[in-house]
């Protein structure tokens, strides 16, 4: 499969390998995961993802000296070893984890992206007119072809906010402001919006960061306990 295991800080490992190797690792990384990807998922693209999700989760929590079984809740989301926090996203190209003790991480989001421009019909959904101003501020004329950022920046919150609050925010219930941009990335600040997102966010601050890798665009939110 060839994942990449990689330590962020301590007690927090990420890995990330491509779609189709790690979806076929995982019957001998996460066997436990095949039984359910049969049980719940009738299309093949579908069941690939969630076995390759479940396969790089594996290769991190191995690297965290955790039991690498996920199970999966009634809604979908994974649900991870006592001990421990994480998050799983996938592209069609590639599928990422990040799992932490929760002893030092109190929540973790993560998603991938195609390096591509938000379509148009997404973009309208996704992008408070907030969120476009930020990007053009902080991109300028490139600013069109990160409004993917945007999407995984929210998604990211949704992940991190969803477990550890029980919140379920729409799209428009948060913008994003961006920090701190080079070559390869750079960071973001999620704000809440709605009486229901600033409830969610409330004693915390929600900072994450972002970066190009592999013909895509990551974001992470890592919240400390």
């Given amino acids: 499969m060839q994942a990449r295991a990689q330590a962020?800080?301590?007690?927090?490992?990420t890995a990330?390998?491509?779609?189709?190797?790690?979806?076929?690792a995982a019957?001998?990384?996460?066997?436990a995961a095949v039984p359910l990807?049969?049980?719940h998922y009738r299309a093949p693209a579908r069941r690939q993802a969630f076995l390759a999700g479940r396969a790089v989760a594996a290769t991190a929590?191995?690297?965290?000296?955790?039991?690498?079984?996920?199970?999966?809740a009634a809604d979908g989301a994974p649900q991870w070893p006592a001990g421990v926090v994480g998050s799983i996203a996938h592209d069609g190209a590639q599928a990422v984890a990040v799992v932490g003790l929760s002893r030092h991480w109190q929540a973790l989001g993560v998603d991938v992206e195609p390096d591509l421009p938000l379509p148009e019909d997404a973009a309208s959904l996704v992008l408070r007119s907030e969120d476009e101003a930020a990007l053009a501020q902080h991109f300028g004329p490139e600013a069109p072809r990160y409004g993917r950022l945007v999407f995984g920046a929210?998604?990211?919150?949704h992940k991190a906010l969803h477990p550890w609050r029980g919140a379920w925010l729409e799209f428009d219930a948060v913008r994003i402001e961006w920090q701190g941009r080079t070559t390869e990335g750079g960071e973001w600040l999620a704000l809440p919006v709605s009486a229901e997102?600033?409830?969610?966010?409330?004693?915390t601050r929600l900072q994450g960061r972002w970066w190009r890798q592999d013909g895509a665009l990551f974001t992470l939110l890592t919240v400390s306990a």
């Fill in 8 to 13: 962020l800080r301590p007690g927090l490992w």
């Fill in 16 to 24: 990330c390998a491509a779609l189709v190797p790690a979806a076929d």
């Fill in 27 to 31: 019957a001998v990384l996460c066997p």
């Fill in 37 to 39: 990807a049969a049980r």
């Fill in 61 to 72: 929590l191995a690297a965290l000296h955790q039991p690498t079984a996920v199970g999966r």
């Fill in 154 to 157: 929210k998604e990211c919150v």
């Fill in 197 to 203: 997102a600033k409830t969610a966010f409330a004693d």
